[in-house]
C-alpha cells in the first residue's frame, strides 16, 4: 500500500521568494513520484516525476524536486516565486514495476503568490 | 497532438438519475484511469482500464462503473446519483512503457458534476 503526506493545506509566499512544497510518502516497494499543478476549474498538470536515476529532478516554469529516500521525501521547490505560480499543488505516488496503475494523491497544498 | 478530452464539462443532475461521463485519451495510450475529487476527500481513484479490461479498482461503491471500448475511448457512469457524488470526475491516460510500466499520467480537464 501507498500513501502520501502533504505539509500544510496552504502555503503563502511574497513575489520573488523561495517556493518550498513538502510531500512525505510511504510505499511497500520502490515508488513512482510526482508532482501535479491544478488551476481554478482546470485538470492536472504535470509538474515533473521521479522514477529512477538521478534523485534530483527537474520540471517545467523552474521546479524542481529531490527524492531523499531515508527521509521518504519529495519536496517540491522553485527559487524565485511568481504571481503565476498560484494555484494548488498535489503529490503523487505510484508503484513501480506492475502493469496496474494507480495514483495516490496527498490532498493537496495551495499556494498564494503575494505581489 | 491533441490531449485528453473529457465531455461534457459540466452537468447538473437529479438525485436517483443515472450518468455517463466520456473521456478520450491520447492517441496511442491505451490506459486511462478515473479520479473523484471533491473538496473533503481529495483526489481519489475509481478504476484504471487497459485494453477493454478492468485492471484496477479504488473503494467505490458498485453504482459508480466504467467500460472501455476498442478505440481506448472510456466512458464512466454512475447509477442512482446521491447528493455526495457531486465532483470533479477526471480522465487520465497513460501509455504503456517498455516493461508494461507506465511512467506518467495525462489529465483532462474533468467533468464538474452537480447533484441536485
Known amino acids: 500500500a501507498q500513501s502520501v503526506t502533504q505539509l500544510g493545506s496552504h502555503v503563502s509566499v511574497s513575489e520573488g521568494a523561495l517556493v518550498l512544497l513538502r510531500c512525505n510518502y510511504s510505499?511497500?516497494?520502490?515508488?513512482?513520484l510526482f508532482w501535479y499543478v491544478q488551476y481554478p476549474n482546470q485538470g492536472l498538470q504535470l509538474l515533473l516525476k521521479?522514477?529512477?536515476?538521478?534523485?534530483l529532478v527537474k520540471g517545467i516554469n523552474g521546479f524542481e524536486a529531490e527524492f531523499k529516500k531515508s527521509e521518504t521525501s519529495f519536496h517540491l521547490t522553485k527559487p524565485s516565486a511568481h504571481m503565476s505560480d498560484a494555484a494548488e499543488y498535489f503529490c503523487?505516488?505510484?508503484?513501480?514495476?506492475?502493469?496496474?496503475?494507480?495514483?495516490?494523491f496527498g490532498k493537496g497544498t495551495l499556494l498564494t503568490v503575494n505581489p | 497532438k491533441a490531449g485528453v478530452t473529457q465531455t461534457p464539462r459540466y452537468l447538473i443532475k437529479t438525485r436517483g438519475q443515472q450518468v455517463t461521463l466520456s473521456c478520450s485519451p491520447i492517441?496511442?495510450?491505451?490506459?486511462v484511469s478515473w479520479y473523484q475529487q471533491t473538496p473533503g476527500q481529495g483526489l481519489q481513484f475509481l478504476f484504471e482500464?487497459?485494453?477493454?479490461?478492468?485492471?484496477n479498482k479504488g473503494n467505490f461503491p458498485g453504482r459508480f462503473s466504467g467500460r472501455q471500448f476498442s478505440n481506448s475511448r472510456s466512458e464512466m457512469n454512475v447509477s442512482t446519483l446521491e447528493l455526495g457524488d457531486s465532483a470533479l470526475y477526471l480522465c487520465?491516460?497513460?501509455?504503456?512503457?517498455?516493461?508494461?510500466?507506465?511512467?506518467?499520467?495525462?489529465f483532462g480537464q474533468g467533468t464538474r458534476l452537480t447533484v441536485v
Open positions: 482500464y487497459f485494453s477493454e479490461t478492468q485492471r
Open positions: 492517441s496511442g495510450h491505451r490506459s
Open positions: 510505499s511497500s516497494v520502490p515508488p513512482y
Open positions: 503523487a505516488v505510484s508503484l513501480s514495476g506492475g502493469s496496474n496503475y494507480k495514483l495516490t
Open positions: 521521479y522514477t529512477t536515476g538521478a534523485t
Open positions: 487520465a491516460s497513460s501509455l504503456e512503457a517498455r516493461g508494461g510500466r507506465n511512467t506518467e499520467a495525462f
